[in-house]
């Protein structure tokens, strides 16, 4: 994996928001996003996955205080300057916001914004980026791509305004394609639509949060698990699904419909505002002992990565 080429890097990223209450969202994370990766980072709401992607585009509000770094091909986004900032936002790293395909601009024809990157990064006409743009709907099978490059936004369903997106999103060709849970209110049929969509996408990296873990398997070469705004598991997909260490993640998998329900017990403070002294799973695990009143660090185990006394 280390002579892989390496795109991304976050140095122990962490994201916190002052205001009426203050809220630890990401905590020390690490990882590396390397060419060619189909990156699942998985947890349930609240665990901090959506945050982490925004935190990198630096695309939070003025209550989120960033520390850590985000390196793309060495260079620090968080130092960067807002030029460089806007060539790499949608050039080189792009956004499929979350919601059904509500990140949609409703007042502009769908044509048009799949066709917006290439006149904003690449130097295409208007007409250029509309034959490019349908060129594109048809790779992500919509049906009627002409007639729907025309059309606005309401005129599409759910799954197919998020299937619009993610052509907005490839269009200019970045290198780095972040989804933010794009299957998120669909129903079954057009995740399956969602699914071949993002399989489509064989030369582009992805980075993709999302609590749909069948989701995640169906689409990861890698997956990361995130709980209570930290980073607990990181392992190639077929092995998490197979073999998880930490004890969230096991849990988690065995809570899966097709692995029957299994729901431990435990209770379940899950947020990153909660006050859980030492590892933040530990009030949840049926497996704690007296060093989980200290936070565990991450540790190699067998080419993958865990946070867990379990493992030291």
């Not at 060419?35 to 665990?47: F, M, N, Q, V």
């Not at 809570?255 to 899950?270: H, I, R, S």
Request: net charge positive; glycine share 8%.
């Amino acid at each position: 994996m280390n002579a892989r080429e390496e795109l991304l890097r976050t140095e122990k990223l962490s994201v916190c928001f002052q205001g009426g209450n203050y809220v630890q969202a990401v905590e020390d994370v690490s990882l590396s996003v390397y060419k060619g990766d189909k990156l699942c980072i998985i947890g349930e709401t609240g665990s901090g996955k959506s945050i982490f992607l925004l935190s990198i585009l630096q695309l939070l509000g003025k209550s989120a205080k960033v520390t850590g770094d985000a390196l793309y091909r060495g260079q620090s986004l968080f130092s960067a300057s807002p030029k460089e900032l806007d060539k790499i936002r949608g050039g080189k790293i792009s956004y499929v916001p979350q919601g059904s395909g509500n990140g949609m601009n409703p007042l502009l024809r769908n044509g048009f914004q799949v066709g917006e990157p290439l006149m904003a990064h690449c130097g295409f006409s208007k007409s250029e980026a509309n034959t490019r743009s349908i060129e594109l709907l048809r790779k992500f099978h919509l049906g009627r791509e002409e007639a729907i490059a025309k059309q606005y936004p309401f005129t599409l369903s759910g799954g197919m305004r998020q299937r619009v997106l993610i052509a907005m999103g490839v269009s200019a060709e970045a290198e780095i394609v972040f989804a933010d849970e794009p299957t998120k209110g669909l129903d079954e049929k057009r995740i399956k639509l969602v699914i071949e969509a993002f399989r489509e996408l064989k030369k582009q990296t992805l980075v993709c949060v999302t609590h749909d873990l069948s989701f995640a398997r169906s689409i990861a070469s890698r997956v990361s698990v995130m709980y209570a705004a930290n980073q607990v598991e990181m392992a190639d997909a077929d092995e998490l699904f197979s073999k998880p260490l930490h004890p969230y993640t096991r849990d988690m998998i065995a809570a899966m419909p097709e692995n029957g329900l299994q729901f431990n017990t435990g209770f379940a403070p899950a947020h990153g505002d909660e006050k859980v002294v030492g590892c933040k799973y530990r009030e949840r695990c049926l497996e704690h002992d007296s060093r989980c009143l200290k936070v565990p660090p991450m540790v190699n185990v067998q080419n993958r990565q865990v946070r867990c006394w379990k493992y030291v």
